[in-house]
Each structure stands twice: as C-alpha cells, then as structure tokens.
C-alpha cells in the first residue's frame, strides 16, 4: 500500500524542489481579511491559528474560505515576500491557482501548489503535522519528511518583518 | 481532454491579443484543476478587484490594459476601497484616494461601467433564473445562486476578469445542475416566533450554516414562506463568511426549492441536521466580542444597504437626531443612492445626521480604523471582517438596537429579545 513516509500529490501549479517547515491549518483560510500581506500573517480573528506567520513554511490546509478576493491577498503576500514556500490542499484550490499563476506572470519565481493525487485520498492530512521539515520533489511528485524532522523554531512561528 | 470552440482556440493561440491569450489559458488551467470539460458563455460579469489591494495587482491589470482589451459582455465592478464621489469628506488618506482612483480607472478603461457595489444584484440588469453568469464576491454569489436562481461559481478574483474579457467560464461547480441538488437538510426548531421576522436572525443562522457546510449544499427548512429577499441575502452573506457556501434552498421559498423533493432533485437527504435557538444565541455571542459598553459609530450597509433597509432606517429613526458623539455611516450602491435621493429618504436621513457613503465599504479603509471604542453594526458580514481589517472591536446588534444607540450616544440594546 503507501508508504507512510511519504505523500504522493499531483501539482494544480508546477514549481520547483521545495524544503521546509509545515504549518498545517485545521480550518481553511480566506486570504483576503485573513492573511497579512506586509507580513505574511495570519489576522483573521476567528481563525483558530490566528498570528501565525506562513512565510517560508509549506502551507497545509483544508482549503480556502470567504472572500473571491483571496488570489489578489495572496498575490501582494507573494509579490512583498512573504508567501509560504509552497501550498498544499486536499482538492485543488482554485483561489490558491490563481494567485500564483498571476504571481509568476510578475515575474516571481514559482510557488508549487500541490494537492493530494487520486491514489493518495486526503489521508495525507493526517500524516503532515506543523513544525514537521518535510521535502517536495517535483520529479518524483512526492512529500517525504526530512530526517532532522522538528524543528527548534516550531512552536514560536516567528515572523520576519 | 477538454473541448475548446474554434474561438477559445483562436484566444489561446495568442490571435487576438496577449490579453486574451493569457486570459484563455488560466482559464483553460483552472478548468483543468476543477475538472471541468469545457468552457461555457456567461451573460455578464461581476469583478471584485475595484479596490486598491496592492502593487502587484495594479501592475497586473496595467499590463491588460495596455494591450488594448475591452469586456466581452456587460461587466460591473465590486466595491472599491473609497467613495469615489465624496472623497473629500471620507478618505482620510491621499495616497488611498489615489491609488483606489487608479485601479478603477483601470477597469474603466477594460469597458466596466462604473457600478462600484457588493449589491449587483440591486441593478437593472438583474439576471433571470437559470441564466449564466460570472460574479465574484461571495454574498453577491450566494444571492444569485439560492434567491434568484441564476448560476454562477464563485468567481474569484482573475478567474472573472479573464471571465469578463472572453465572456467564457470554465463548466465546473455551480454551472452543472448536478451540483445544485441538495445533499444536507438543516431543520431549525424551537426558534420564537419573533425572530423569524426579524433579519439579523437570518444572518446568526447563516453564520451557523456556514460553520455546518461541508462542501454539500444545504437545504433549510423552517424558513417561513414570506421571508423577505434582505433576510435571505443576510443569510447568504453571512453563511459565505463562515463557510464556502455558494448557495443554500429554503424549502418552499427559494426559486429551486419549491418542495423538498425539488430541492434534493428527487433523493433523500443524505443527512439530517437540526439546530436550535441556543446555537443562534451561542453565535450571536461569539461575532460580538468585546467587552466595552463605550460605543462611538455605528456601521451600516454590508453588503450594501437595499432600498427597503433605507425606508425602515428612515422609519427607525422617526425624525430624532444622530447623537452629537456618534457617527452613522451606511453604505450602498450608486444606483440605490439615486433611489433614494429621488423619493426624498436620503433627505430624511441627511437631516437626522446619518452619512451615506457608496462606492465602498466601511470595513476599507481608514474612516473607522483604530478607534478606541467599539463599533456597532446590524451587519454579520462587516462584524466578521472589520476586527481583522480595521482592528476594531464590534458588537453585531439588530438594527433597532443600533439606531437605539446612534441616537442616545451609549449603549443602548435591548437583551430581552434574544431571551428564552
């Protein structure tokens, strides 16, 4: 059956090799009014994870909520620098596509965002855990964790302004 | 593989401009990613990106502009981040006026007429039942879908600019009648009879819908027959708050809803659920929170205040006074301001002190932003926002409560109302 260790996505946008801490999101997230683009920030004040930060992280989420608005929050977040490193959702997320397609067309480099593939089923969720380091590989289209696993910084999210 | 017409091939292999050859292929993207097969005419567009988000956006739609591109079916535009034509009584910044006054000029220039509301369903051009078309902005989506019963996705931001340039859509979500049917029947008992006319109470029961929605659509039953469009609209835009809903039946008052077994195209629910007044009383508390009693404005008109709201506003308000410590201001479309300027409800209220604003929404912007005490509003949707937007802190009361207040200058709610 699958490997544990690993989680096979299929990408909605390509991007290149990305490594880096999850931060996994328990409800989803409206960009717009919820992400702080001159930060990267999580300020939606009903979000259970409000304050923080995804910059540099491999975002995990159920998915996107609320506003239509959201590519154009998410667009500046990547345009300004602080976006995460890539964006994973269970069923590809169309506000998520749409912020990145528009970002690579300003010429920024390319955000990969990733879903779980049809083998895979959304179980991928319950192996992917915040603070975790994990690796995307865009050849073998697969999440592994890396050995170093947690990282010291996990539980303070820190924000780089 | 997806079948394109000879014209969307035509956008995509670049023959009728850059524009449209970027536009064809995100749409052609985003219908990959939503699996859809094929690309469908919408009859008019709705753009949510009128108001200034940023740099990178401008820089984005002054490219298409460049190129030269216009509309390909008759486009209106979302609220902008001011009022465009009283600027210089409600933008505190300049660099705002200026950047907001670029963006929309933008779009202007793309062929959008100059319509800047949350409400386009308010305008003349009201789609019929049925018809497809391309609007952004959840609770504008939520209201075609479920109290008109026209179709349209929610069309994100981009996705309708590149909707509104080719007049094309990719065939996914609510444009398949498949996904219309209703899946989840939301029963609501032992609510007092008071509250069933009374429309914050349809908001409260939206913000709960939307917490409930899992992606099937739900169908609610209990919604008396004569329940008015504004009540429906604040269910809809309350639920899109909390949740991705796109569209929700009322069994027995919505257009698609007729019956249950209309609503759920001849199956049985595939669950059934049921809340009761304590989960609006448990909501209610939960979008207030703040623990001032000091209130200073009040925040009316999200999404857009409808003609109705302004004519029970006036009656509310009954000749008194805007309190010399408060400030009122309400928003709402160009074309509801011209309604009520003509039947003289915009005089009335001008005299009681009440600032109407249109073109944007309070929850933009700097008018309410850090202010020490709370702001109280009638609205579920600016409630949710405006904490996070603005940094305010919010009671959600119903409207008698926040004309009770504007006019005393304290607290003024009546609790009992949603007592046992």
Same mark, same amino acid.
Request: with cysteine.
């Given at each position: 059956m699958h490997d544990p260790k690993c989680v096979a996505v299929r990408a909605v946008f390509e991007g290149p090799e990305v490594s880096g801490e999850l931060l996994v999101l328990d409800e989803p997230l409206s960009y717009w009014g919820g992400l702080c683009p001159l930060s #990267? &920030?999580?300020? +939606? $004040?009903?979000?259970?994870? *409000?304050?923080?930060?995804?910059?540099?992280?491999?975002?995990?989420?159920?998915?996107? &909520?609320?506003?239509?608005? *959201?590519?154009? =929050?998410?667009?500046?977040?990547?345009?300004? #620098?602080?976006?995460?490193? $890539?964006?994973?959702?269970? =069923?590809? +997320?169309? =506000?998520?596509?749409? =912020?990145?397609?528009? $970002?690579?067309?300003? +010429?920024?480099?390319?955000?990969?965002?990733?879903?779980?593939s049809d083998q895979q089923g959304t179980w991928g969720m319950d192996v992917l855990h915040t603070g975790d380091r994990w690796r995307y590989s865009p050849t073998t289209r697969l999440l592994t964790p890396l050995d170093d696993s947690r990282s010291e910084s996990r539980q303070r999210n820190e924000c780089h302004q | 593989m997806m079948e394109l017409s000879a014209q969307d091939r035509e956008c995509l292999s670049g023959h009728e401009g850059p524009a449209l050859k970027h536009s064809m292929s995100l749409l052609c993207s985003v219908a990959a990613a939503s699996g859809a097969r094929r690309l469908v005419d919408v009859t008019q567009a709705h753009l949510v990106g009128a108001y200034y988000g940023g740099k990178a956006d401008l820089k984005l739609v002054e490219r298409i502009v460049a190129t030269g591109a216009r509309v390909a079916v008759p486009t209106t535009l979302n609220a902008s981040s001011v009022d465009l034509r009283q600027p210089e009584r409600y933008t505190q910044k300049e660099a705002e006026f200026r950047n907001s006054c670029r963006i929309v000029r933008l779009y202007e220039r793309l062929g !959008?007429?100059? @319509?800047?509301? !949350?409400?386009?369903?308010?305008?003349?051009?009201?789609?019929?039942?049925?018809?497809?078309?391309?609007?952004?902005?959840?609770?504008?989506?939520?209201?075609?879908?479920?109290?008109?019963?026209?179709? /349209? @996705?929610?069309?994100y931001q981009y996705l309708d600019l590149c909707a509104a340039l080719t007049g094309r859509i990719p065939e996914y979500g609510l444009y398949i009648t498949e996904n219309r049917r209703a899946k989840v029947l939301l029963r609501i008992a032992d609510i007092p009879n008071r509250w069933l006319s009374e429309?914050?109470?349809?908001?409260?029961?939206?913000?709960?819908?939307?917490?409930?929605?899992?992606?099937?659509?739900?169908?609610?039953?209990?919604?008396?027959?004569?329940?008015? @469009?504004?009540?429906?609209?604040?269910?809809?835009?309350?639920?899109? !708050?909390?949740?991705?809903?796109?569209?929700?039946?009322?069994?027995?008052?919505?257009?698609?809803?007729?019956?249950?077994?209309?609503?759920?195209?001849?199956? %049985?629910?595939?669950?059934?659920?049921?809340?009761?007044?304590?989960?609006?009383?448990?909501?209610?508390?939960?979008?207030?929170? /703040?623990? /001032?009693?000091?209130?200073?404005?009040?925040?009316?008109?999200? %999404?857009?205040?409808s003609h109705a709201e302004f004519k029970r506003l006036a009656e509310l308000l009954d000749g008194r006074r805007i309190h010399s410590s408060m400030r009122c201001f309400v928003s709402t479309s160009r074309h509801t301001y011209r309604e009520i300027t003509a039947n003289g409800v915009m005089a009335v209220l001008e005299s009681a002190g009440v600032q109407v604003l249109t073109d944007t929404c309070t929850y933009y912007g700097s008018l309410l932003r850090s202010h020490d005490a709370a702001v109280m509003t009638s609205s579920a949707k600016w409630a949710y926002y405006a904490p996070g937007n603005l940094g305010v802190s919010v009671r959600f009361e119903r409207i008698e409560d926040c004309v009770a207040t504007a006019v005393a200058g304290k607290l003024s709610v009546d609790e009992g109302f949603w007592g046992a």
């Amino acid at each position: 059956m699958h490997d544990p260790k690993c989680v096979a996505v299929r990408a909605v946008f390509e991007g290149p090799e990305v490594s880096g801490e999850l931060l996994v999101l328990d409800e989803p997230l409206s960009y717009w009014g919820g992400l702080c683009p001159l930060s #990267g &920030r999580i300020i +939606d $004040a009903h979000h259970p994870q *409000s304050g923080l930060c995804v910059t540099g992280l491999l975002l995990v989420m159920p998915g996107t &909520r609320g506003s239509t608005a *959201s590519p154009g =929050a998410l667009l500046e977040t990547l345009y300004s #620098g602080y976006g995460p490193a $890539a964006i994973i959702t269970p =069923a590809p +997320d169309i =506000a998520t596509l749409l =912020a990145v397609y528009q $970002a690579q067309c300003l +010429d920024q480099p390319p955000t990969p965002v990733l879903t779980f593939s049809d083998q895979q089923g959304t179980w991928g969720m319950d192996v992917l855990h915040t603070g975790d380091r994990w690796r995307y590989s865009p050849t073998t289209r697969l999440l592994t964790p890396l050995d170093d696993s947690r990282s010291e910084s996990r539980q303070r999210n820190e924000c780089h302004q | 593989m997806m079948e394109l017409s000879a014209q969307d091939r035509e956008c995509l292999s670049g023959h009728e401009g850059p524009a449209l050859k970027h536009s064809m292929s995100l749409l052609c993207s985003v219908a990959a990613a939503s699996g859809a097969r094929r690309l469908v005419d919408v009859t008019q567009a709705h753009l949510v990106g009128a108001y200034y988000g940023g740099k990178a956006d401008l820089k984005l739609v002054e490219r298409i502009v460049a190129t030269g591109a216009r509309v390909a079916v008759p486009t209106t535009l979302n609220a902008s981040s001011v009022d465009l034509r009283q600027p210089e009584r409600y933008t505190q910044k300049e660099a705002e006026f200026r950047n907001s006054c670029r963006i929309v000029r933008l779009y202007e220039r793309l062929g !959008c007429r100059l @319509e800047l509301t !949350c409400a386009p369903y308010h305008l003349p051009q009201q789609p019929q039942r049925g018809e497809r078309v391309a609007w952004a902005e959840s609770n504008a989506v939520v209201y075609a879908n479920s109290v008109i019963g026209a179709r /349209t @996705e929610k069309v994100y931001q981009y996705l309708d600019l590149c909707a509104a340039l080719t007049g094309r859509i990719p065939e996914y979500g609510l444009y398949i009648t498949e996904n219309r049917r209703a899946k989840v029947l939301l029963r609501i008992a032992d609510i007092p009879n008071r509250w069933l006319s009374e429309d914050s109470f349809y908001q409260l029961l939206g913000l709960v819908l939307g917490k409930l929605y899992d992606g099937r659509v739900i169908a609610v039953v209990g919604i008396p027959v004569d329940a008015t @469009e504004d009540q429906l609209r604040g269910l809809g835009a309350a639920a899109a !708050c909390t949740g991705n809903v796109s569209l929700f039946h009322a069994i027995g008052r919505t257009p698609e809803a007729p019956t249950q077994d209309a609503a759920f195209h001849g199956h %049985p629910p595939e669950e059934v659920l049921s809340i009761d007044s304590s989960a609006i009383r448990e909501v209610r508390d939960s979008l207030s929170h /703040t623990t /001032t009693n000091t209130v200073n404005a009040v925040a009316l008109g999200a %999404p857009h205040f409808s003609h109705a709201e302004f004519k029970r506003l006036a009656e509310l308000l009954d000749g008194r006074r805007i309190h010399s410590s408060m400030r009122c201001f309400v928003s709402t479309s160009r074309h509801t301001y011209r309604e009520i300027t003509a039947n003289g409800v915009m005089a009335v209220l001008e005299s009681a002190g009440v600032q109407v604003l249109t073109d944007t929404c309070t929850y933009y912007g700097s008018l309410l932003r850090s202010h020490d005490a709370a702001v109280m509003t009638s609205s579920a949707k600016w409630a949710y926002y405006a904490p996070g937007n603005l940094g305010v802190s919010v009671r959600f009361e119903r409207i008698e409560d926040c004309v009770a207040t504007a006019v005393a200058g304290k607290l003024s709610v009546d609790e009992g109302f949603w007592g046992a």
